[in-house]
């Protein structure tokens, strides 16, 4: 695997990552304190924070994760949680400095029995809060989350007004419902993009688009930004 490659799964795997980690936080930081985003987090990260908490980088969950008050706040509540503390700061600093590591490169050549053995460490993590969905599932779920989103806004946007329509042929109609099967048989946002953008340039498409336009009707073209801006969100 090529550095740039390694460097692009690691930093997927971290993202996704982050997901475990959030759903244990959100379940515990409410039950100990009811302002908990200013006691539990802005306190810890010394700053407003503004986004939701959902989309918070992983090295601040760790932080936030890892804070003495914070720390002993959820194990007065939850004294079972201490396994979840027990032995492992130091994997929560491994992750922390891998996460630096993958934001900020250096010009070091990382090879495959690198990112076999973040990917082990990342796993560890993951199974440390949630000990029946490892890594693998999480990154599928996030994946159909992605398609699905995308999915709906071509679907909303462009594919059920057209079918609904008593403006447009029955020809067109079978058309567009023929693309959104395909559509819907796509395993990840990258499928979607792919078909989306190839239906865009094709000679059909442009014939679709010229009636759904001439109608009233969205069309592939008019909705591509809103399309991309959601894709690299």
Not at 66 to 85: A, C, M, R, T, Y
Not at 141 to 164: F, G, M, R, W, Y
Request: contains cysteine; proline residues 3%.
């Amino acid at each position: 695997m090529e550095t740039i490659h390694i460097l692009q799964k690691t930093y997927e795997q971290l993202y996704v990552a982050r997901i475990p980690l959030i759903n244990y936080l959100s379940e515990r930081l409410p039950v100990i304190s009811p302002n908990w985003k200013r006691d539990c987090v802005e306190r810890v990260l010394n700053e407003n924070v503004r986004k939701d908490f959902s989309e918070l980088d992983l090295y601040y969950l760790i932080q936030i994760l890892q804070d003495d008050k914070n720390k002993s706040l959820i194990l007065e509540v939850f004294p079972g949680d201490s396994i979840i503390f027990e032995d492992n700061n130091k994997l929560f600093n491994t992750i922390k400095k891998l996460r630096c590591d993958v934001m900020h490169p250096s010009f070091e050549e990382y090879t495959y029995k690198d990112f076999v053995n973040w990917t082990n460490q990342i796993e560890s993590f993951v199974r440390i809060f949630d000990s029946e969905k490892g890594l693998a599932d999480y990154t599928k779920e996030l994946h159909k989350q992605e398609k699905d989103k995308l999915l709906d806004i071509i679907k909303s946007e462009v594919l059920d007004p057209a079918i609904n329509s008593s403006k447009i042929s029955d020809e067109t109609k079978k058309n567009i419902e023929n693309t959104k099967n395909r559509l819907e048989i796509q395993d990840s946002a990258e499928g979607i993009i792919a078909f989306f953008t190839d239906a865009l340039h094709s000679n059909q498409g442009q014939k679709i688009r010229d009636e759904l336009e001439r109608n009233g009707l969205n069309s592939f073209e008019k909705i591509e930004p809103i399309v991309l801006q959601e894709y690299y969100s």
